[in-house]
């Protein structure tokens, strides 16, 4: 999830991103440029679902680190691609309404 918010917000910059199990994939280009790796399978979820807070609280307990670049690099991408991030992040946002009142309806 936390790729698929990437893929679509970061145009400006460029970030690496390593799974816990090694996959690496790549969004945006030029500089500044980022490699993040998560430890934890869970944390692609979370991060997708609330990045803002969740990038945060996984680099203070090294769930989530910067292993080429550095935060301030990563924290730079992130400010100069907010709106699209965001946009992003709001259409996933009313698509998962929607998917619970679709399945709420049906039950």
């Not at 799974?19 to 790549?26: I, Y």
């Not at 490699?35 to 203070?60: C, F, I």
Request: proline share 2%.
């Amino acid at each position: 999830m936390f790729a698929s918010l990437l893929r679509a917000g970061i145009k400006t910059g460029h970030i690496a991103l390593i799974d816990h199990r090694g996959r690496r994939q790549d969004f945006g280009s030029g500089v500044p440029s980022v490699t993040l790796r998560l430890h934890d399978s869970a944390l692609k979820w979370q991060l997708g679902l609330n990045p803002w807070l969740k990038v945060g609280e996984a680099y203070m307990d090294g769930t989530l680190t910067v292993e080429q670049g550095t935060l301030y690099d990563f924290i730079d991408i992130a400010m100069k691609n907010t709106r699209l991030i965001a946009r992003r992040q709001d259409a996933e946002t009313v698509r998962r309404v929607e998917l619970c009142a679709a399945l709420a309806a049906s039950a």
